[in-house]
């Protein structure tokens, strides 16, 4: 790089450097410090406890397999949804791709439910399976976001060439899709790994998590040695699994051809085909309908038969109370927030992943994963005791919201960004410079179109995380300004058949804005990839 | 280039609404005008209604601002470490499980408030005065009617029942690491069988097929038979206004006969208490606000609120509470005191004792 380079790549660090110091690094290591050196010296004898009793070592280690047999459940079921959305072109597959994204955004305690009204018990397996529930989406939009642009020519070349169809995907897909790939698997894993709603309501009194348990040290006992040394046992895990995946990831990034999506796919014309596309569609209504369709039942399943009583309940039970909010105020309010918070990670994130793949280093990515991989309880209280001075007294300010919520989204803008960033065959930029073309319009006729089309892939899921966030929100003291899950976690809290379905109609108009949003998002293409 | 122009148009609205973030500018407005506004920090579960705060901001001048800031845990462990830096006023919401690690942790300012003459000296449990008591409630095992009936199984009335065969697979309760009224009831069967014998009781009703579960809701709309799912369990671990709940928010026709019946004698009481938080710079406006916490427009409006009971004198209750709700007239209780001291050690015994 040439002294320039280097100075344009620093600039465009700064925000993405400074917002994760000071949003993340900043207060984590204030609760943590609060938690291990509390008179001033440090006293690590907490953390030495977590590895010499058996009963945490035991959830340490729960955490860790259970987060990676979830994620090799959620690869090997989405990878074909994967792969089907992004090479078939079928009618209705638009909503079949929003649709996916849907259990994303639900709150867990919810799902939960609609798993133990479907007969499950609490268990190994419900636990696993509510996890590719909600991380399929995120297979499905990494993944299938770079496959729809592969090249199939290379694939057919191999083919020609004598190539057995598994021989193909080993030695030409798989490792174009290795980026997003890889970014697919470590985020499931860092959402598993911090799983704490799942746990809790489908893992049953006998299973504990990192999570769970950092969650009851911090909120109940107040035990923050214990909490801290906790967190930073996930920390030091997360960091691991985050060099890993940088190095794996690193090695084998390759430029690609890659073509725009509509030439990608194609009708299912074999009997082959069809069936390939069938057999995931009903994986997709069996899986990820079937929870869905329990809660938009039940929301309408009022007394005297099928209606909409509970939708104007949402309206009238509790509007009395001093925090009572109309469901369109909620919904309002969940759109600001989301709004807002997907500005933030877009910009954010979207300057981190062009100023990575500038740098072909991966600490960026790596860096930026860290909020996903950390305790959403820790980061809450983090905030509470870090950001108390002015200007930066945000404890109780509106903006928190956002800026927890854009932590969590800005990972997937800078992975999704990234991995299609780098996946540009340097000689077209080298084509253009000989063209004579100065290094700005190169980016602008080259980079930008491929960055602004990924960018609105990952500001749908921005968007999406930040409809349905529930975690670090949680945990910090915000004024009465209801989001929609909010809203649902309020009614669930008291009893009587009202309140219990005007949570469901509440879930069921998530789901319903989530569907319009990230339909809406998904058609706003800025620049397709043109064809060269 | 037009859609590039276009990118940018949303992302400038974007920013424009970010400007609209709610109540981003509600402090400048506020301080707009003379009045004074305190922050009440609460649990997720406070509620009152807007009138009546609207009262005491027409008698007073002063605005309130609720801070909801997660479960009642959550809300006090948040205000403990932001001592030296309050984020509010006053907390409401420490209950006398909780009561003995506030008042250590010195959160509170004392403030004997002139209306507490009318209210039984049995809720004061701070006898310095750094937190007054507001409401109470109690924690029982609340059973199905419409499934005793059908069963033709007799109802419960004693603790030693739910040990029975009788009662085999009926029960659901909480966990009381992750669930305050899990650990309620795990309370009462330390005040009703003592300090030696609770554990062999929990041995036995976990012989006897209990479920335990992590949360509230879980056991009320999932497990419990009188929920809103499908479940199998027609004895919960729940609260003793839940009949008058039940029929408070039942779907339309009200029934006349509440479907949840109170095993009485398996009460433990919950009372919550408010405190001006030290280091405020509204002393005076926050302890009027406790005042009015405690008169009587206030305390008439918990019980339809919160779903608790007024701790003050004489104070009327709402219809569906007189007549579908029991008045335990002889909750089990525990010093907060012996609660705070012993209550880590509890959870431990008592997971080993049913879940190891």
Known sequence: ?532 | MHRLARLLVALSVAVAVTAAVPGAGASTRSRAKSDVTITLVTHDSFSVSKHVLGDFTRQTGVKVKVLPAGDAGAALNQVILTKGAPIGDLLFGVDNTFLSRALQAGIFETYRSPRLSAVPAAYQLDPKHRVTPVDHGDVCVEYDKQWFAQHHVPVPTALDDLTKPAYQDLLVAENPATSSPGLAFQLATIAHFGTKQWRAYWSKLRANGVEIVNDWNTAYESSFTAGGGNGTKPLVVSYASDPAAAVYYANPPKPTVSPVGTLLSSCFRQIEFVGVLEGTSHAKEARRLVDFMIEREFQADLPLQMFVYPVRDGTPLPAVFEKYAQVVAKPLTLSPTVIGARRDRWIEQWTDTVLR
């Open chain 1, 1 to 532: 790089m040439t002294g320039g380079a280097r100075v344009r790549t620093a600039l465009l660090l700064l925000v993405p450097v400074g917002f994760f110091g000071v949003f993340f690094a900043y207060p984590i290591g204030s609760i943590l410090g609060r938690g291990l050196a509390p008179g001033g010296s440090v006293d690590l004898t907490p953390l030495t406890h977590v590895f010499s009793d058996p009963g945490l070592r035991g959830i340490a280690w729960f955490t860790l397999w259970q987060a990676a047999v979830s994620t090799v459940l959620t690869l090997a079921v989405a990878l074909p949804g994967a792969y089907v959305l992004a090479r078939y072109e079928f009618p209705g597959k638009r909503i079949v791709r929003a649709l996916v994204t849907v259990p994303f955004v639900l709150p867990t305690v919810v799902v939960g439910s609609a798993f133990l009204a479907l007969g499950f018990q609490p268990s190994l397996g419900a636990i696993l399976l509510a996890h590719v529930f909600f991380n399929y989406a995120v297979v499905v939009r990494t993944v299938g976001g770079l496959w729809s642009h592969l090249d199939p020519h290379q694939e057919e070349a191999a083919r020609v060439l004598g190539a057995s169809r598994r021989r193909t995907w080993w030695s030409v897909t798989l490792p174009a899709l290795r980026p997003a790939l890889v970014a697919a698997a470590t985020i499931t894993f860092l959402f598993t790994f911090t799983s704490f709603g799942v746990i809790l309501v489908l893992g049953g009194p006998t299973r504990s998590t990192l999570e769970t348990e950092i969650y009851r040290q911090t909120t109940q006992t107040l035990n923050l040695p214990l909490a801290a040394a906790l967190s930073i046992v996930q920390l030091v895990a997360v960091v691991a699994l985050l060099v890993g995946t940088g190095r794996a990831e690193g090695r084998r990034a390759t430029a690609l051809g890659l073509r725009p999506s509509a030439e990608v796919a194609r009708r299912p014309r074999t009997a082959r085909d069809r069936a390939v596309v069938g057999a995931n569609l009903v994986v997709m209504a069996a899986l990820l309908g079937t929870p869905v369709a329990v809660l938009v039942a039940r929301s309408f399943d009022t007394p005297g038969g099928a209606g909409f009583g509970f939708y104007r309940a949402l309206g009238s039970v509790r509007a009395g109370s001093v925090l009572f909010v109309p469901p369109t105020d909620a919904i309002r309010n969940s759109l600001v927030y989301a709004l807002v918070a997907t500005a933030i990670a877009v910009t954010v994130g979207g300057l981190a992943a062009v100023a990575a793949a500038r740098t072909r280093r991966r600490v960026v990515d790596g860096l930026l994963s860290l909020p996903l991989g950390v305790s959403a309880v820790t980061l809450g209280f983090g905030f509470l005791i870090a950001l108390d001075t002015p200007p930066l007294d945000l404890r109780t300010s509106p903006w928190l919201v956002p800026i927890a919520q854009a932590l969590v989204a800005i990972p997937f803008v800078v992975r999704i960004v990234g991995s299609v960033l780098r996946s540009i065959d340097p000689r077209l930029r080298e084509a253009a410079a000989t063209l004579g073309a100065g290094p700005a319009r190169v980016w602008r006729e080259v980079d930008l179109p491929i960055v602004t089309r990924a960018a609105s892939v990952a500001a749908a899921f921005a968007f999406a995380i930040s409809l349905g966030e529930f975690g670090a929100t949680t945990f910090i003291a915000r004024p009465n300004h209801p989001t929609l899950p909010i809203m649902i976690f309020r009614l669930l809290g008291q009893p009587g058949a009202q309140n219990f379905g005007a949570a469901m109609a509440a879930s069921t108009i998530l789901m319903a804005l989530t569907l319009v949003a990230v339909l809406g998002i998904d058609r706003f293409r800025v620049g397709e990839l043109g064809t060269f």
